[in-house]
């Protein structure tokens, strides 16, 4: 249904192909990127790979894990600890990013007031569609 995306981060190192997409407001990814929101795209755990290298791991909550590049340190994915069915990847850090478009912001409650887009695409203060396990 979708072709296999490849890129990842300023060393290229993530293929996937994606079920989703969408940005996301919350607190976490603000944080972790330095930036108002974050584009991902979620693709199935088991069709994800990092083709060089081995990501490093930062442990964001009780529940979940961001993964970055161990030699340039650019966020790749993001996914649940334990038996994670899906891993959701930083639409940016594409070679070819403009070949998944988002379709939904989630997690609203934790806009900045002063970010807001001009898109049209549903707004969700929580989760909304992103229910990927």
């Known amino acids: 249904m979708f072709e296999l995306l490849e890129g990842g981060c300023l060393c290229g190192a993530v293929s996937a192909p994606p ?6 407001h ?4 603000q944080r972790s990127s330095g930036a108002p929101v974050l584009a991902w795209m979620t693709v199935q755990a088991a069709d994800f790979a990092y083709t060089r290298g081995t990501a490093a791991v930062f442990f964001s909550s009780a529940q979940s894990q961001r993964e970055f590049c161990g030699a340039c340190g650019t966020q790749l994915a993001f996914r649940r600890r334990v038996d994670a069915g899906t891993v959701d ?3 940016a850090s594409l ?9 939904y912001h989630i997690w609203r409650q934790s806009r900045l007031p002063w970010f807001e887009t001009a898109d049209d695409l549903p707004r969700h ?9």
């Open 19 to 24: 079920l989703d997409a969408g940005y996301c």
């Open 26 to 29: 919350c607190r976490l990814c």
């Open 89 to 91: 990847v930083t639409l």
């Open 95 to 103: 070679d070819t990013p403009t070949r998944v478009l988002p379709e």
């Open 125 to 133: 203060a929580d989760s909304g569609p992103d229910t990927h396990v």
